[in-house]
């Protein structure tokens, strides 16, 4: 090349003074360790320290250059940007949602068909096409991070929805051959399973996150081979073929009609607003805990917390349900989410982060075994594939909205990190008063003879 670029590819002219390497040499140094500091333009960074700064949707995509490489290998690093776009919009987020907003989104969508389709042909079948899902939408994200595309990378978790949406499934395929009495204990032990992923899979990250040239590619790989891999568990599922209605005979009610069943409202309804508000407080957490004077490392300790009380309790919770009821354990768990909220509202010192994530991540663990088995108890083999699909789209709905809803309430409801933190607190309010009324009124309302 007879003439200097730039990072984005675009030719430069060298002016008297001015010295440059070639790039083989500048990555080395950046690789090597030896940057102390660097300097860089951002279009939006967020609460965990990511940054986005090479890609403008529907803007021309020249190139990445050394962004990734700088932003992971410098020793400091300082970004320069403006604090919003020039419709308003705050560059500073919680986090860069998009990707994983997608795959909310792609969930919910599927969520539906996917019931329908294992209603037809078996948990079996719809377990493999969410694998195949998980491994494709992994490998479109592979081949958007290897490209440095962005639009690509979000189909890739949009079609990863397939996946996440199958894999909510899995507490009802517990229960498709359990006793009425173990349905419960069924529902909590396969929820108990997510300890495990939590406690793996952050370390599986890093393991592969850095295991090739471009971040995160080796991550998304492993994704690839452990859904590929997984997929044979499915072979050991001994869960028979839902029978079809013979000719003339009754297929079960309507979806309408399920709808107007008071059992099936108020377990859709208290397991959507246990996890919203779940994912509410949650991703608002490191932000608030940032700016509240805490580092990146205490906002980690707080969420580490929180997700280990939102899966250990399953070992217990099916036996509190089976015990006491659905209905007694769901109203405790909205009590212990109030409860969450109140602690988060006393003030921002570290303990009380920590106290109220517990209590969030316990609430919902109660809330949403209880509605789940809850919902488990109305429908008839024949009914369960349509309920249990407009469930999952209710659920992942009001997740979505959440996730957008967030960084709004922190970031436009207050002068700092604290009123934007009560902000979000206060929300949890009308919709726990919401499922406390739904609860309470299936609990008064006269039984059928």
């Not at 250059?65 to 970004?79: C, E, F, R, T, V």
């Not at 792609?106 to 195949?132: C, Y």
């Not at 429908?379 to 709004?408: L, Y």
Request: hydrophobic letters at 55%.
């Amino acid at each position: 090349m007879d003439y200097p670029v730039n990072a984005g590819k675009i030719p430069v002219t060298a002016l008297p003074g001015s010295s440059y390497f070639d790039s083989s040499d500048s990555f080395a140094m950046i690789r090597g360790g030896h940057v102390d500091i660097a300097i860089m333009g951002g279009l939006e960074v967020d609460e965990q320290g990511n940054l986005a700064n090479w890609a403008v949707p529907g803007k021309p995509l020249l190139g990445v250059g050394g962004a990734m490489d700088l932003a992971s290998g410098a020793k400091k690093l300082i970004i320069t940007l403006t604090h919003a776009d020039p419709d308003g919009t705050s560059k500073i987020v919680p986090h860069c949602t998009l990707p994983i907003t997608a795959m909310v989104i792609g969930s919910m969508l599927t969520a539906t068909p996917l019931s329908m389709l294992m209603q037809r042909f078996g948990r079996r079948a719809g377990f493999f096409f969410g694998a195949a899902g998980g491994a494709t939408g992994a490998a479109i994200g592979a081949y958007g991070l290897s490209t440095g595309s962005f639009l690509i990378f979000c189909i890739g978790a949009l079609i990863s929805g397939i996946y996440m949406s199958a894999n909510g499934f899995y507490r009802f395929a517990a229960v498709d051959t359990a006793s009425v009495a173990f349905r419960p204990k069924a529902i909590s032990w396969v929820m108990a399973g997510g300890l495990l992923s939590a406690v793996f899979g952050p370390q599986l990250v890093k393991l592969t996150a850095d295991a090739m040239a471009v971040p995160f590619l080796g991550a998304y790989l492993t994704v690839i081979v452990l859904n590929l891999a997984g997929s044979f568990l499915f072979l050991a599922l001994d869960i028979p073929k839902p029978v079809a209605p013979a000719a003339g005979e009754e297929g079960g009610r309507s979806r309408a009609e399920l709808l107007r069943d008071p059992v099936i409202r108020v377990a859709m309804i208290c397991a959507m607003v246990s996890y919203a508000l779940m994912n509410l407080i949650m991703t608002s957490t490191p932000l608030a805990v940032v700016g509240c004077g805490f580092d990146k490392s205490n906002a980690a300790d707080i969420v580490s917390a929180h997700v280990l009380a939102m899966f250990a309790p399953s070992f217990f919770t099916g036996h509190l349900v089976t015990r006491f009821g659905a209905p007694a354990i769901m109203g405790t768990g909205l009590a212990i989410l109030a409860a969450a909220g109140a602690v988060a509202l006393t003030g921002v010192a570290l303990e009380q982060f920590f106290l109220a994530l517990i209590l969030l991540g316990l609430g919902w663990n109660v809330v949403f075994i209880g509605a789940t088995a809850l919902l488990t108890s109305a429908p008839t083999p024949r009914e369960k594939g349509r309920i249990q699909g407009i469930n999952d789209f209710v659920v992942f709905g009001g997740v979505t909205v959440a996730s957008f809803s967030s960084g709004a309430l922190m970031t436009c409801s207050g002068a700092d990190a604290v009123q934007g933190w009560q902000a979000v607190n206060i929300a949890m309010l009308p919709f726990l008063t919401l499922a406390g009324g739904a609860l309470i009124w299936l609990t008064m309302r006269p039984k059928a003879a």
